[in-house]
């Protein structure tokens, strides 16, 4: 059988999944086992597409993106360069939470802005625009244009990514007693 897509020699493609035909794959990307790209797809340099996820028809994945297990990406959608879709909210390197990655879902014709970060377990509706680096940190209705959010410190962090209260009035963090 005749493969009606490309890849690049230098991009890996495991086994098993599916490619649709006239997507194009391109240098050091890397689509994982179960990963499921439908047609006419272009994924840019650098891309990263995790075991189980689903892209639809058409979709644009930019440069240096990261499309991790948890994540659906509807028909006609475009993700420019470096815009981040994790899939745990609360991330420390020595716990592992792979029983906790959140749902993704972008829907049809959303367009994601460069260096835009979607915080996991929300729904981008459908043509929706999330501007050139916006924080999403809930389901965003169709149609709507979101724009940059600055950071600011909402409180504190245990080492095990649990939050905190705050420190009391002397500035000194008071922890919560844990039941042993």
């Known amino acids: 059988m005749e493969k009606n897509y490309f890849v690049h020699d230098s991009a890996y493609v495991d086994q098993p ?10 240098h050091f990307s890397h689509v994982m086992k179960n990963a499921r790209i439908s047609r006419n797809c272009i994924l840019g340099q650098n891309v990263h597409i995790a075991n189980d996820v689903a892209l639809g028809d058409n979709v644009k994945t930019q440069n240096n993106v990261s499309v991790y297990t948890g994540c659906v990406i509807e028909d006609d959608v475009f ?9 745990v909210t609360n991330p420390r390197s020595q716990i592992i939470r792979q029983d906790l990655y959140e749902k993704t879902l972008i829907r049809r014709g959303a367009s994601i802005g460069v260096n835009a970060t979607l915080v996991c377990g929300n729904t981008i509706g459908q ?7 916006a924080v999403v940190i809930r389901d965003i209705p169709n149609y709507a244009l979101m724009i940059v959010t600055s950071a600011r410190r909402a409180g504190w962090m245990s080492q095990h990514g649990f939050i905190l209260p705050a420190p009391n009035q002397e500035g000194i963090m008071v922890y ?3 039941a042993l």
């Open 176 to 178: 919560p007693e844990v």
């Open 127 to 133: 043509y929706a625009f999330i501007a050139a680096g």
């Open 17 to 26: 999944r599916i490619i649709g035909d006239g997507t194009k794959i391109w």
């Open 79 to 87: 993700l420019e360069p470096s815009c981040v879709l994790p899939n």
